[in-house]
């Protein structure tokens, strides 16, 4: 089946315009993650969704960050006010269950969008 | 807080064995994943360990010892499409099925 997608691939913005990524998941993977890439780093967690519990925000960098899902489908990330740090990929993931157990419960990725901010 | 270390960069022929490390501190340790990614692309899961020991697939292993905090991911008759940066991830209890990463070990196979 389709795997995760995101758009757009590629953006690029002027400093201090808003931008939005859209991840559309899995079907049926009730949870979804942002992750943040810098050049040459590990990923960064955002943002965790699960069903329709609270998503987990502990790890959005600032309160310019934010992000939305509906029920378990589509998830877009927004970043207002963008600065040059904010450019990174920014990578969503999916997986069958947002719940802790003995089972893996590995994360499927996105493509990811990498973001230029000039 | 958690702690992931990896080595940054590592060499190795094709056909030889590699071995890459990965020591993590952390509260609450409940499970750690290892995932691929090749330049420009997604991650991919390769292994994941909750108990220790050694976990097999194919011409890929996963050990894990959490007395020591310690993972490595092994590879055998290792390929050029191997080169990939290699990421240690750990999931905490209590968090939900999040990961944190460490900052992967980017893997360069020569002839």
């Known amino acids: 089946g389709a795997g995760v997608s995101q758009s757009p691939s590629n953006k690029v913005t002027e400093k201090g315009k808003d931008v939005e990524l859209r991840c559309d998941p899995i079907?049926?993977?009730?949870?979804l993650y942002w992750y943040r890439q810098r050049l040459g780093q590990g990923l960064e967690f955002l943002i965790y969704?699960?069903?329709?519990?609270?998503?987990?925000k502990s790890g959005l960098p600032s309160d310019r960050f934010s992000a939305e899902r509906t029920g378990e489908s589509v998830s877009t990330l927004t970043i207002q006010r963008t600065q040059q740090e904010d450019s990174a990929v920014y990578l969503c993931?999916?997986?069958?269950?947002?719940?802790?157990?003995?089972?893996?419960?590995?994360?499927?990725f996105g493509p990811g969008t990498r973001l230029t901010v000039t | 807080g958690q702690n992931i270390d990896q080595p940054t960069e590592m060499t190795a022929t094709e056909g030889a064995i590699v071995q890459i490390n990965c020591t993590y501190q952390t509260s609450g340790f409940n499970g750690l994943f290892w995932y691929q990614q090749h330049a420009g692309e997604a991650p991919t899961f390769l292994s994941y360990?909750?108990?220790?020991g050694l976990e097999e697939k194919g011409r890929f292993s996963s050990f894990l010892s959490r007395s020591k905090g310690y993972s490595y991911l092994l590879l055998k008759e290792l390929q050029m499409k191997d080169s990939a940066s290699y990421l240690c991830a750990v999931r905490r209890t209590g968090g939900g099925n999040k990961l944190t990463f460490g900052t992967g070990t980017q893997l360069k196979v020569e002839l």
């Open positions: 969704f699960q069903g329709n519990s609270a998503p987990d």
């Open positions: 079907s049926g993977h009730t949870a």
């Open positions: 993931a999916s997986s069958p269950f947002g719940l802790a157990g003995i089972l893996p419960y590995e994360q499927y």
């Open positions: 360990n909750v108990l220790d």
